[in-house]
């Protein structure tokens, strides 16, 4: 079916994908479609009474909270209020961070019996867990999120790295069997929007069990739950300047890579940065691991359990609001099944329910800003320019805030921008192919190799399909499943080195 109105084939301009518009009521942008469910499910509101929040936030610097000149608003994407105001951190701003932190290793920190470091990072873990609550909707407003998935996913999985990392400190030897190790010095860490205190968990834990300390950056448009964390760290009695928390932009990103005395560079966004932050490091000696953007192919063999695999495909693309950098946003589905899989898929997204974040019915949340609104607009639009086929949930959107509906595209053609191009957003592009090499050749045919999807009832297919996949993650008969003691990273244009699991260690000794 394609989704156009009065033979327009245009995204309308009022900051919605609302193709099919009807008109407003009730805080909603009506969808007239008659496709729609005919019974709505009642709001749950998650309680945000209790959350603390200040107005101002101050950077984390050698365990004080230090005032910078700057200071700019952090929105909620959903309803587009200010939540409070945070640091902008300035060259020099970063530079008092790297030395807080430099002296915290020299003299504390890296002589410390790697017991006693583990009980602080245990301590980190357990005190997240009795704030999991408040971390899990401070996430869902500062990031758009559903309140279901920071409560299940984000939250549960960033503690639990803390507590996997914590394990480690003290048996690194045996990480490491037959090498001796140590640790690097000041770890400058740069994390992006998407899984905010998950990324900071994945960063942070593994620097610290090693014998690191750190200076992280939070991404612009989501520093709160960092400065949680940063109020974590006070309660859990870390010495002072063994983790710093900043905030601020690119400049800010840049300063941190730049400094002589970080050592080591862990970075999580795009690859256009990946690659400057690759030049800007290359001759300094500094230990670099990138972890970068993704264009997964999530193959459906016509032996697949399909009903399974639908689950699996709406989990892979509209998981986060497809704000993950291993996002299936590329399905690969054999011919044969085709239109079963397009028919299901039509199927599966009216009962997908968009809105409120803060709602726990909510599956799909808000678009973490309007740039990122503007971006995935913009190749939704080539893709429609392009010729390939648009299909778009019928359901209603909130009348403020960043919202996109669920969309596909079938009929995409491997030279198509949306075939090629990480879209970040709830877009997924629809291709086919005939025999398992073809799908194979189709699925590494990318400048990424982060993540990639098997579905098939065959172990042997799974096996034999996974062994030629250039992809550092590969899911079978699942998606986007994730632990920590599973390593996580990417081939060629996804970047290098591996967070997670007993690898992650290796990119924070030498
Ligand atoms: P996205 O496009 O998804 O926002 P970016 O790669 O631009 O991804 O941003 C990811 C993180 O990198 C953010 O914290 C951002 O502030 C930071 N950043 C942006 N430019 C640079 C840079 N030149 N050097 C270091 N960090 C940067």
């Given amino acids: 079916m394609k989704i156009l109105t009065d033979g327009k084939k245009k995204l309308n301009t009022n900051g919605k994908s609302d193709i099919n518009t009807g008109g407003r009521s009730n805080g909603l942008i009506k969808n007239s479609d008659k496709a729609k469910p005919k019974w709505e499910y009642s709001k749950s509101i998650e309680d945000k009474k209790h959350i603390k929040l200040k ?3 101050d950077l984390f610097i050698g365990g004080k909270w230090v005032k910078s000149k700057k200071y700019f608003n952090t929105i909620n994407p959903a309803t587009e209020e200010v ?10 701003d970063v530079d008092k961070a790297v030395r807080s932190a430099e002296k915290a290793y020299d003299k ?3 002589k410390m019996a790697p017991k006693e470091r583990g009980k602080y990072i245990f301590r980190i873990a357990r005190i997240i867990q009795e704030k999991a609550r408040e971390f899990a909707v401070i996430e869902t407003m500062d990031g758009g999120k559903s309140i279901k998935e920071s409560k299940t996913v984000d939250v549960p999985l960033a503690l639990a790295h803390f507590f996997y990392y914590a394990g480690w400190a003290d048996k690194l030897k045996y990480a490491f069997p037959g090498r001796k190790v140590s640790s690097i010095g000041v770890a400058g860490q740069i994390i992006p929007w998407n899984f905010p205190l998950l990324m900071a968990a994945w960063k942070i834990a593994p620097a610290l069990a090693c014998g690191n ?5 939070s991404a612009e448009t989501t520093p709160l739950t960092l400065y949680k964390l940063a109020e974590v760290i006070e309660e859990a009695g870390l010495p002072e300047g063994v983790v710093n928390i900043i905030s601020g932009d690119g400049k800010t990103g840049a300063a941190i890579v730049g400094h002589p005395k970080t050592k080591k560079i862990a970075f999580t966004g795009s690859t256009e940065v990946g690659k400057i932050i690759m030049r800007q490091t290359a001759g300094t000696g500094k230990k670099l691991t990138l972890e970068l953007g993704g264009k997964a192919a999530n193959i459906i063999f016509e032996d697949a359990p399909i009903d399974a695999a639908i689950e699996g495909i709406i989990n892979g693309i509209y998981f986060n609001q497809g704000h993950v950098c291993c996002a299936g946003s590329r399905l690969l589905v054999q011919e044969s099944v085709k239109e079963i899989v397009i028919k299901k898929l039509k199927h599966r997204l009216t009962s997908l329910r968009v809105g409120d974040p803060l709602d726990k019915n909510t599956d799909v949340g808000a678009i973490n800003s309007l740039m990122q609104l503007e971006k995935i607009k913009e190749l939704v639009q080539a893709g429609i320019n392009e010729g390939a086929e648009i299909y778009q949930s019928k359901c209603d959107l909130p009348e403020r805030g960043y919202f996109f509906r669920p969309t596909f595209f079938s009929e995409v053609a491997q030279s198509h921008r949306i075939a090629n191009e990480e879209i970040f957003g709830p877009v997924l592009s629809i291709l086919t192919f005939r025999t398992p ?14 993540s990639a999807g098997v579905w098939t009832d065959k172990g042997s297919k799974i096996f034999k399909t996974l062994s030629k996949l250039r992809a550092g993650v590969v899911w079978s008969n699942t998606y986007n499943k994730f632990n920590p003691a599973s390593p996580f990273g990417g081939y060629k244009e996804s970047g290098f080195g591996r967070e997670g699991g007993r690898q992650g260690l290796d990119a924070y000794v030498v």
């Fill in 83 to 92: 939540l409070a105001q945070v640091a902008y951190a300035s060259d020099s």
């Fill in 437 to 450: 090499s073809e799908a194979v050749e189709k699925a590494n045919n990318t400048f990424y190799g982060l």
């Fill in 55 to 57: 107005d101002k936030y």
């Fill in 213 to 217: 300390t750190v200076v992280i950056k």
């Fill in 108 to 110: 504390v920190w890296s």
